[in-house]
């Protein structure tokens, strides 16, 4: 018998067992335990759905990442170093919208994947629709900055101290702290993220930032087109794009990008620069921070990594396209009195350089950048949204977000009944490695004649009778009422003829 339910904490330690104890518990248990939640929360906000096994945030760099240039550009603290869990934490952090005060705005709202993690739009549009002061910048290996500091102006010294303040900005999310700890704290999976990241369930805003800062670190591109030329000399490369990185690295040409784009992460060295965009500036940018005439027109440049995703472009997204862009480095720079000395012309000639570039090499330069793209991460899964666009399942028939005795009776009823004759789809038939889409886990040293295919097995029917009983059944409920986070069936996502052989809700 199950013991008595006195905390979910006491639930969740049970139901985050990766595999099944052998004694089962019965399905009384289980209904006492729903109508103990039933009663302290009604859980009808989304609840994210993450793999069994932790993803892995923090891969091997390849070679070019180990050396000193960009090691030194690495703005990772020794005292929050990425860890699976933590960056599963941030993951979920990033795409919850209960972090903004009426929520309906989530990190990723202003930061998409699809983007480079930057917003296609000029300025953002916050909670209330407001708009943000400037574009939004594309996160893309942020991890390697050398002056470590954050946003356009560098108000930032961190970006542990950088992710806390969208959260509190009264345009883009304006929640207070406090309010997103207790918001948080009211949600049984994070209690359950909390400990797994941090050792405890505990919830406060410095575990908040480091987890968000993990994530934003993890997202790391390393194998654009760019990287596998590396150890290739480039011979990946077509011609144009190798004209273009010569170009860029001012190996041939009159161009001088890479002194302020360097390195692989295409990333500003001890310097924070001043590009001509316009004088007087309307934005000061570190200017209006320090209210210094030197500083004025000086900004941050994120990596250009992903730049061909981030459109539009600068500070403020004057520029729609790459090819605006390079126009205007090749004839429209002004000539700041703050003008960075690389983009002036070279003296005597006073004034600000002038590229004179080809239409040829103009076209070289974008088709360069864009071997920078990481289409890889730009879908990666670990990077995604983790929360369904559907958070019911299709037994929950009256959409409470939790599974009763009489949805139940139909589960094993339609299981049991129309067993193997095709309407019941459950993903899990098919599934064939340890983590199945119910969040059961398959025991695949379990004597499964070979002769019969996986698919003629429900992962909850652990005892492969081909009935799903009670005490098979008291685990369905409990994975879907407590930990729907790791129950990966199809279901939830199917809208037609769906995997569990019921028919869509409303
Ligand atoms: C409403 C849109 C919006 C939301 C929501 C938002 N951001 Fe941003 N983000 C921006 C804009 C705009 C900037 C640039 C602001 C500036 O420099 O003044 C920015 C800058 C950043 C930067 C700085 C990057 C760099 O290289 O310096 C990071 C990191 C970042 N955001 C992370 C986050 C995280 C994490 C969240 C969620 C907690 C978040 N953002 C929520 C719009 C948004
Ligand atoms: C003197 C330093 C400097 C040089 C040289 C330079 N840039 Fe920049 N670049 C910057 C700064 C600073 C910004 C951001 C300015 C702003 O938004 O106000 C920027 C922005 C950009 C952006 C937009 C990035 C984004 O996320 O919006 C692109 C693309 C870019 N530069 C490409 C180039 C290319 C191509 C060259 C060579 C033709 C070049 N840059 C030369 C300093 C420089």
Same mark, same amino acid.
């Given at each position: 018998m199950h013991p008595p339910v006195s905390t979910p904490k006491t639930l969740l330690r049970k139901t985050i067992l990766p595999r099944w104890p052998l004694a089962c518990r019965g399905l009384a248990s289980v209904l006492i335990i729903l109508g103990v939640r039933g009663g302290l929360h009604a859980q009808t906000s989304p609840v994210p759905l993450l793999p069994v096994k932790l993803a892995d945030y923090s891969p091997a760099l390849p070679? &070019?990442?180990?050396?000193p240039a960009v090691v030194q550009q690495d703005n990772t603290p020794a005292d929050n170093p990425i860890t699976n869990a933590g960056a599963t934490l941030g993951r979920v952090l990033f795409y919850d919208?209960?972090?903004s005060a009426n929520q309906?705005?989530?990190?990723?709202?202003? !930061?998409r994947q699809q983007s480079g993690f930057s917003d296609p739009r000029p300025f953002s549009i916050g909670l209330a629709g407001g708009l943000t002061d400037r574009n939004s910048m594309g996160l893309?290996?942020? %991890?390697? +900055?050398? %002056?470590r500091s954050f946003f356009w102006d560098e108000r930032a010294a961190t970006l542990e101290v950088q992710v806390l303040q969208p959260i509190q900005n009264s345009i883009e999310m304006g929640l207070s702290l406090p309010t997103l700890v207790s918001r948080l704290s009211g949600e049984t999976f994070y209690a359950d993220l909390f400990t797994a990241a941090f050792g405890s369930s505990t919830i406060n805003s410095e575990r908040i930032s480091r987890a968000l800062a993990q994530f934003v670190r993890s997202l790391?591109?390393?194998?654009?087109k760019y990287d596998l030329g590396v150890g290739v000399n480039f011979?990946?490369?077509?011609p144009e794009e190798n004209l273009g990185r010569r170009l860029f690295n001012g =190996?041939?040409?009159?161009?001088?990008?890479a002194q302020c784009h360097g390195t692989d992460n295409f990333s500003s060295g001890p310097r924070i620069n001043n590009?001509?965009? =316009?004088?007087? +500036? %309307?934005?000061?940018?570190?200017g209006a921070v $320090?209210?210094? *005439?030197?500083?004025?027109g000086l900004f941050k440049v994120p990596s250009l990594r992903n730049v061909a995703l981030?459109?539009? +472009?600068m500070h403020d997204g004057r520029f729609a396209t790459l090819e605006a862009v390079v126009e205007f480095y090749n004839s429209g720079v002004v000539a700041h009195p703050n003008l960075s000395p690389p983009l002036? *012309? %070279?003296?005597?000639?006073?004034g600000a350089l002038r590229l004179n570039l080809t239409a040829a090499e103009k076209a070289a330069l974008v088709a360069f950048m864009k071997t920078l793209t990481d289409t890889a991460l730009a879908a990666d899964e670990r990077f995604a949204?983790?929360?369904?666009? /559907?958070?019911? &399942?299709? #037994?929950d028939l009256d959409r409470d977000g939790r599974i009763g005795l009489n949805e139940l009776t139909r589960v094993v009823e339609l299981f049991n009944t129309r067993y193997? !004759?095709?309407? /019941?789809?459950?993903g899990s038939y098919a599934?064939?490695? =340890?983590?199945t889409e119910d969040g059961f886990v398959v025991?695949?040293?379990?004597? /499964?004649? $070979?002769?019969?295919?996986?698919?003629? +097995? &429900? #992962? *909850?029917d652990s005892n492969r009778n081909g009935k799903i009983d009670l005490t098979e059944l008291a685990r369905v409920i409990e994975f879907y009422n407590y930990r729907s986070g790791v129950i990966r069936t199809g279901a939830y996502h199917?809208?037609?003829?769906?995997e569990d052989g019921f028919e869509p809700g409303p």
């Open positions: 070679a &070019h990442f180990l050396l919208k209960r972090l309906t705005v989530s990190c990723s709202s202003c !930061h893309t290996n942020a %991890r390697w +900055y050398q %002056r790391a591109s390393t194998r654009s011979s990946n490369f077509s =190996e041939t040409g009159t161009a001088t990008c590009n001509g965009l =316009e004088n007087p +500036y %309307r934005d000061k940018g570190v $320090s209210g210094r *005439a030197q500083d004025e981030t459109a539009p +472009y002036r *012309a %070279r003296p005597p000639a006073p949204d983790p929360f369904p666009t /559907i958070t019911f &399942h299709d #037994a193997g !004759h095709g309407p /019941i789809r459950t599934v064939a490695t =340890e983590a025991d695949l040293g379990h004597s /499964i004649d $070979s002769t019969v295919t996986l698919s003629r +097995y &429900h #992962a *909850a199917a809208n037609t003829g769906t």
